[in-house]
């Protein structure tokens, strides 16, 4: 094999745009911004002017065309990369199927006898790295714990979990099924693109949309984290409304690989997912042999601790929507199918208020999991590499001790969350879960069914004490008003 690999020089591009700087910990660059159209090219010359599709290419490479929407999409929600390669995509040999894997799913209907609907809270301590008896890479360590919808329908999404030891050798994964938003929880994963390479530790998210073809290779050794896979759209930044211009999850913090390629005419097998079923083919060459691209179709990463929080200052609380980073619209108007959102640090300043997440039953589902420190609520428990499942409508919130506390503590300036990253899937739908999740796998945790026993309600200690003639006569002059306006009709 005959490698290279050009980057243009940090602080520029093709197109003369701003690139970020290489560093010990990632030693690539990148383009900067959220749904720009980005032109790069890894050889001077080669993106054409004037047209996409020139009669002859530099270099006599391909032009070919990626759409991430239909061709008639409006304006402002079109999506699309026109790449420059040495071959085009097509040159491969037939699809085979590959063996079924019991713990990978798409398909969350009712109908299908793997997705298990309950109404119990549930949580799982961190799920296990695989042995070192076995090599498991980035692929073979996709495991499904819930989703809702299908794919076919591109409505709905599914969340993963990957545990791997192993990076993916000379093969890629292309996704046909939706957008995947990874989240590394222990050890970097250095993701190699059509569009670039893009290296991605915890504490930061990357999309890789629908359709893209990646490898991924560990250098820290092993790789634990998690997928939220979207169906049918694509991760959006939420509206601002009342905050403004500024905060929340910044358009120039976002990161785009810059083009370069690998000369390699070597045998590669390239592994598609569809309906949650896996295909691979062979071809005789690189999967990343893009020389240069143009377009807003992309992979991105984004670092989490940039976030910027915004928060009630006086007193009450506010909604977990003001922590939202990513959203994925439905095709309901104005309901999101999911909402990422992310706790960092922050102060909370509030008076007069219950501070801790406040008792709350939600039409929304909530799946929520830690990238490192701990999580202070106490009706679940939550660490680093596990997980937690509250169902729609069902009530959660703090335990007896958390809420005595809460409630009776001197309420001065506080720090919380430092050194603390977690985070929350806010999914629309009623959500299922996998046998794989519920039974398979060996981190679930036991039910807490005495957690509630101890809880004694606080109005009791003031029966004797209330005036109960007066609400009694209260009561029955609303009554005879309310029966007298009856009669009246």
């Known amino acids: 094999m005959v490698a290279a690999e050009s980057i243009p020089p940090a602080g520029a591009t093709a197109s003369g745009g701003f690139t970020s700087r290489p560093t010990a910990a990632d030693p690539y660059a990148y383009q900067v911004g959220f749904g720009n159209r980005f032109a790069t090219e890894a050889l001077p010359g080669v993106l054409p002017i004037g047209c996409n599709t020139p009669q002859r290419c530099k270099y006599d490479l391909t032009s070919e065309q990626l759409n991430g929407t239909p061709f008639v999409s409006p304006r402002a929600s079109l999506l699309n990369v026109w790449f420059y390669r040495i071959q085009p995509s097509v040159a491969h040999k037939p699809f085979r199927r590959l063996p079924c894997s019991p713990d990978l799913e798409a398909v969350f209907t009712p109908s299908n006898p793997i997705a298990v609907f309950t109404p119990q809270d549930l949580g799982w301590d961190k799920f296990p790295l695989p042995s070192d008896a076995e090599e498991v890479d980035f692929v073979a360590g996709l495991k499904t714990i819930a989703g809702h919808g299908d794919p076919t329908l591109k409505e709905g999404l599914a969340v993963h979990v990957y545990l791997a030891n192993a990076s993916m050798k000379k093969t890629a994964f292309c996704n046909n099924d939706g957008d995947m938003l990874i989240l590394p929880q222990e050890g970097r994963l250095d993701i190699q693109t059509e569009f670039g390479k893009l290296m991605v530790a915890p504490g930061e998210l990357v999309v890789i949309q629908a359709g893209m073809k990646f490898t991924v290779r560990l250098p820290d050794g092993v790789g634990r984290g998690y997928i939220q896979e979207v169906y049918g759209s694509h991760y959006e930044l939420p509206e601002l409304g009342p905050v403004g211009s500024n905060g929340m999850a910044q358009p120039r913090d976002f990161e785009v690989p810059v083009a370069s390629f690998d000369l390699d005419q070597s045998a590669w097998t390239i592994v598609v997912k569809l309906v949650g079923q896996l295909f691979a083919y062979e071809q005789a060459h690189t999967p990343f042999d893009v020389v240069a691209w143009h377009g807003n179709y992309t992979p991105y990463k984004y670092a989490l601790e940039r976030f910027i929080n915004s928060a009630t200052v006086d007193r009450d609380q506010s909604d977990p929507s003001i922590y939202c980073v990513l959203t994925a619209k439905s095709k309901i108007p104005g309901v999101s199918t999911s909402d990422f959102l992310i706790f960092t640090p922050k102060w909370q300043v509030t008076r007069n208020t219950f501070r801790p997440p406040y008792y709350h039953r939600n039409v929304a589902t909530e799946l929520m999991g830690m990238v490192y420190g701990t999580w202070g609520g106490s009706g679940t428990s939550l660490e680093p590499g596990g997980l937690t499942y509250e169902p729609s409508y069902m009530p959660h919130g703090e335990s007896y001790s958390r809420w005595k506390e809460a409630t009776s503590t001197d309420l001065a300036p506080q720090r919380v969350g430092e050194d ?4 929350m899937m806010h999914i629309s739908a009623h959500v299922s879960l996998t046998k794989y999740a519920l039974e398979r796998c ?11 026993d101890d809880f004694q309600p606080g109005f009791l200690n003031h029966v004797d004490s209330i005036a109960w003639e007066d609400v009694g006569a209260a ?10 306006h009856v009669k009246g009709l």
């Open 475 to 484: 009561v029955a002059s609303l009554t005879a008003k309310t029966n007298g």
């Open 420 to 423: 603390s990253m977690a985070f």
């Open 442 to 452: 060996s981190n679930l945790q036991p039910l807490h069914d005495t957690m509630w």
